[in-house]
């Protein structure tokens, strides 16, 4: 609808253009951080216009400062009654963006209309930066003086993005709503908004992800490390006498009920990929079966010595090659079940018989455990592996099934015990080895009588489980403790799933249980080792720091490390700007940058002892001898160091300030 010069003249006399707010508010918490000022046009015959509307008319008719004059005027009228430091982004044409006018403009409208700049910010789009970057450079930074924030809006759909970025100084990226839209089921744009936020993050500005319409958008940008959002999940926009009723609102009301389903981000967010490398290396180490991960092409990302054992191949000779090349002689054993867990299905308790290397080596038999690993969005981005060797109980097994008929072992002796229930969830029939697990009989276990089996604590989350099933016809899959004497207990995983009709009504469901008790045990085992690490380390009689390469930050000292250093070394501080002095065995002041942990965590050097001389920040010296090694990533990439510090004592008969004095432990 084509607007003239008169009609719009008229609609400014007549009060007729209105300033609306849409929420901006922190993904993580679902504050409120701020609104972006939107204009709208109540029109006496065409109702409420959108901006795209009519603003190239006012553009064209040179009015965008006095249609901007306007809207602030009333916009920031319409805050003053609310407290807070909510912020009010405003967004800027590109004909006002080389007016040199501007910066003097906005702050005499916020002077009137008593805001302070520092709660504005302006949203400068790409194609207003094109034809005067040096101008537009100018007023930013006008601007900046005054306290105002810059935001790029519409990040991404211009051709000199990184540009801009290097040549404004911005506060805040917009990424824009059409990365947004598609990112749920679209990698390609998924890849795009997380480059966008990894972006913002490396140069330390904020990202605002526009056209939020549903919490999965929302929890995959979290999930990325997006921090504020922008759409219609958190609120349309709204003129200003809905305002007091928003702010009534409680803070839980701002997404329409919808609760985030990221419940620990925290952790994969903060933890550094220093420390995340020791969290796994312990737990690696500590488990009694063979753990790896596996890339989407089926090279070894990461491996323990249990599994490098089970291989006859050193840790090292695994990392980065493919599954086919490290043990090709059994690889095909293997490979059907690699290539299931690729397309996303779980593969657990296979056995794998593996033949003898040499006359000297006996035959083996491998339980193996394939879990596809899923990333933000569920896509399968590699394969978890565990494999315990079973030869023995094998041997048992095969002992066993020639003392007894073939067919019925056979039956009793198969992990699995098939299930089948009717399309109510009552149970039908259960596989024998049911009653030799729970002792209850066929008639007992039909209905719902084969709860009588589980554990009592696990029978509401099964029922809810199956219910909720019944109700979507998603598969069952569900984990529980069953006994046959009330008293010693197993865990079980029991998964099915349901044959329909030709109309699509479920007519049956069918699946099995399967005994998880190793695996159950292993995982505890895995907590208990990873206990018992780090206490050793916190009673270990040396000092012992571990640093990270890319920021010289702490990750741990041990209580041992405090005392010889005399200060409570905090992790995240800096290890090259400590509160003590060294010095060496001439008395001469020692650069952090040159001790030994600096050269294993920026050289990869492994140094053996060097006694040093330390003055603490209480005033008490020491004479310690200090060691250093690199820690290495899977790649062999130096990520850290680790210091060990051993305080030695002085030979009476000697000044232990001098070159030629002799240390004992």
């Keep these: 609808m084509p607007f003239v010069l008169q009609e719009i003249l008229r609609a400014l006399e007549q009060n007729e253009f209105a300033p609306h707010f849409q929420p901006i508010v922190e993904l993580r918490s679902k504050r409120v951080h701020g609104f972006e000022l939107l204009a709208r046009w109540n029109h006496p015959h065409h109702g409420l216009v959108p901006p795209d509307k009519f603003i190239p008319a006012v553009e064209r008719h040179g009015l965008m400062n006095a249609l901007s004059e306007d809207l602030l005027r009333k916009a920031f009228d319409a805050v003053k009654p609310f407290s807070g430091n909510f912020r009010l982004s405003v967004n800027v044409s590109p004909a006002q963006l080389h007016d040199r006018n501007l910066p003097d403009f906005l702050r005499k409208i916020a002077d009137e209309g008593e805001f302070d700049l520092k709660r504005l910010t302006v949203e400068l789009t790409e194609s207003a930066l094109v034809d005067d970057l040096n101008l537009a450079g100018a007023i930013a930074a006008d601007l900046k003086s005054m306290g105002v924030r810059l935001s790029l809006d519409d990040f991404g759909t211009g ?234 109980i094998k041997q048992k097994e095969e002992a066993l099934r020639e003392s007894e008929d073939h067919h019925r072992h056979v039956v009793e002796l198969n992990p699995q015990t098939p299930w089948v229930m009717d399309a109510a969830g009552r149970n039908i029939s259960v596989s024998s080895r049911w009653e030799t697990l729970t002792s209850l009989t066929p008639e007992q276990s039909s209905g719902m009588g084969w709860l009588d089996a589980v554990h009592p604590e696990d029978r509401e989350q099964i029922s809810a489980v199956i219910e909720r099933c019944l109700c979507t016809g998603e598969p069952i899959d569900v984990e529980y403790r069953i006994s046959n004497d009330g008293l010693q207990w197993q865990w079980m995983r029991s998964r099915g799933a349901p044959r329909r009709d030709s109309a699509g009504n479920i007519i049956r469901w069918y699946g099995s249980v399967e005994s998880i008790h190793e695996h159950k045990l292993a995982i505890e085992e895995l907590r208990q080792s990873a206990a018992r690490l780090r206490a050793i380390l916190d009673t270990d009689p040396a000092g012992i720091i571990f640093a990270e390469s890319a920021s010289d930050r702490v990750i741990h000292a041990n209580p041992r490390a405090n005392e010889i250093f005399g200060f409570d070394i905090r992790p995240e501080s800096i290890w090259t700007e400590p509160p003590w002095k060294l010095n060496d065995e001439d008395n001469n002041a020692l650069d952090p940058n040159d001790l030994p942990l600096a050269r294993a965590m920026h050289q990869g050097e492994i140094t053996t002892a060097q006694p040093v001389h330390l003055h603490r920040a209480d005033g008490s010296d020491v004479w310690m001898s200090v060691s250093a090694a690199p820690v290495r990533s899977g790649d062999g990439v130096v990520v850290g160091g680790v210091l060990v510090a051993q305080e030695l004592k002085a030979d009476k008969t000697t000044e232990s300030a001098t070159r030629g004095v002799r240390y004992v432990h």
């Design 159 to 392: 051709y000199s993005s990184l540009l801009h970025l290097q040549s404004l100084p911005f506060d805040e990226l917009k990424l824009d709503r059409s990365f947004v839209k598609s990112m749920v089921g679209s990698r390609q744009s998924r890849k795009i908004t997380a480059t966008v936020i990894g972006l913002g993050l490396s140069l330390g500005l904020q990202t605002v992800c526009e056209g939020i319409e549903c919490p999965e958008q929302a929890d995959l940008l979290l999930w990325q490390g997006g921090m504020l959002g922008q759409g219609w999940l958190f609120g349309k926009p709204m003129p200003a006498d809905q305002l007091a009723e928003f702010w009534s609102r409680p803070e839980t009301e701002t997404t329409d009920g919808c609760e985030s389903t990221v419940s620990d981000l925290s952790v994969n967010l903060e933890a550094s990929p220093a420390q995340q490398l020791c969290q796994l290396r312990a737990i690696y180490h500590g488990v009694p079966v063979g753990l790896a991960f596996l890339g989407s092409d089926l090279r070894y990302v990461s491996l323990n010595q249990r599994l490098a054992d089970l291989n006859g191949i050193p840790l090292h000779a695994h990392l980065g090659r493919r599954v086919c090349d490290v043990v090709p002689h059994i690889y095909k054993q293997f490979e059907p079940y690699l290539l299931t867990a690729l397309e996303g299905e779980s593969v657990h308790g296979i056995e794998v018989s593996v033949p003898p290397s040499d006359l000297n080596t006996p035959a083996r038999t491998l339980m193996v455990s394939y879990e596809p690993a899923r990333d933000e969005a569920g896509e399968v981005i590699g394969v978890c592996v565990s494999i315990s060797d079973i030869s023995q």
